[in-house]
């Protein structure tokens, strides 16, 4: 028989069960109610190939000391404009000097910082075939085609080549920037959904660890995206299945010129909502994924970009969080897109793109100050 101490003892195990879930959930949300990145993409230029562990080692203890611990790498081949440039293969590849990197500082600092290996971004075919919707788009999206058996080629030598760093590997990105594109129907995204599907499982297949497969989609205007309303159904069929994991979503508040929270508020909130509705039906993990660039809106079309005002920032903080905040189970958290690119606070290589380093510190330390803030 049982005694009434042992029901007694029972009682309070469960208990005390429930008050850990509860200060979890609670301090889960405290923590969101001053957000901060805990992630960052890290977009590859031509220039990088030049760049050193060492470089990298002082780019990643940076990203550190403000809380950031994953790096996104966009991707280690592209093609644009019928060039293609590929790191993956390059006597001088950046990723394995990012992964020696993050094994460095774990070993001398104790530093644990990951790395999402972003994959196979063919722009060119991109532009043509989705944002276009070609008239072979069924045929290129074809989940036995020439397009998924590359893909397959650059996932396998990826994996093949960065194994041996399974310890700083956070998981996949697939650099494709999805949307609710007017021209999709539902037959079009089930061709969409197939192909990536396709390529998430050969992903996972290489890995007993079952690493996560992410995207990013971006949110655009109505123009030429669909109605959040839309949205929501599009996406909901998208994402079935789960075979994404986590989504980082992208406001796309730098690449549109989106400047005030008034902009933030009726552009960016309704799409945030419709996506994360999507994503919650499916299961799916979400990360807001703060652009931290600017454009002058009379060069907004133009490549051109500046690291964005903390101020901006703030007001992009506080629209995720309060659309988030209101139902944060699928939540995940906050990343921006591209520390490497606006906010490093280090010297850059001869050739790079990015702004001078007076603007991208003066980012940095402000953020720094907020960071330390929290």
């Known amino acids: 028989m049982f005694t009434c101490d042992y029901h007694k003892t ?69 093609k644009n404009d019928g060039v293609t ?28 910082i990951r790395i999402y290996l972003g994959l196979w971004l063919d722009q060119d075919n991109w532009h043509s075939h989705f944002d276009s919707i070609s008239d072979n788009f069924a045929s290129y999206f074809d989940s036995n085609g020439a397009a998924a058996q590359y893909y397959f080629q650059v996932i396998d030598k990826a994996w093949e080549k960065y194994k041996s760093y399974n310890d700083y590997i956070a998981g996949w990105y697939l650099p494709q920037e999805i949307y609710s594109q007017q021209q999709l129907d539902r037959q079009k995204i089930i061709v969409l959904r197939n192909f990536f599907s396709t390529i998430s499982k050969h992903c996972k297949s290489l890995d007993r660890n079952n690493l996560p497969v992410t995207m990013s989609p971006i949110i655009t205007t109505n123009t ?32 549109k010129c989106w400047h005030t929270p008034e902009d933030f508020s009726q552009r960016v909130r309704p799409y945030y909502e419709a996506y994360y509705e999507a994503c919650s039906a499916d299961k799916v993990g979400v990360y807001a994924n703060i652009e931290i660039f600017q454009k002058d809106s009379a060069r907004c079309g133009e490549p051109h970009a500046m690291p ?18 209101e139902t944060p189970e699928f939540f995940k958290g906050y990343v921006n897109f591209a520390f490497y690119n606006y906010m490093s606070p280090n010297e850059q290589l001869p050739g790079s793109p990015n702004p001078d380093k007076t603007k991208r510190t003066q980012l940095y330390n402000d953020y720094k100050l907020y960071f330390e803030g929290r």
């Open 10 to 78: 029972i009682l309070v195990f469960f208990l005390a069960i429930l008050l850990f879930k509860s200060s979890v959930a609670q301090r889960t949300r405290s923590d969101f109610s001053h957000p901060c990145f805990t992630g960052a993409f890290i977009q590859y230029s031509p220039d990088l190939k030049n760049s050193s562990a060492y470089d990298w080692e002082k780019e990643l203890s940076d990203m550190h000391i403000v809380g950031i611990d994953t790096g996104i790498i966009q991707f280690i081949v592209y």
């Open 85 to 112: 440039t590929d790191y993956l293969n390059s006597i001088n590849d950046p990723t394995i000097k990012i992964l020696e990197a993050a094994k460095a500082l774990y070993t001398s600092k104790n530093y644990r």
């Open 224 to 255: 030429i995206g669909k109605s959040p309303e839309a949205t929501i159904l599009d996406m909901m069929d998208f994402f079935e299945g789960k075979f994404i994991d986590d989504i980082f979503l992208q406001d796309g508040v730098g690449a």
């Open 308 to 325: 964005a005002s903390m101020s901006r920032i703030k007001d992009q903080f506080t629209i995720a969080y309060q659309t988030f905040n």
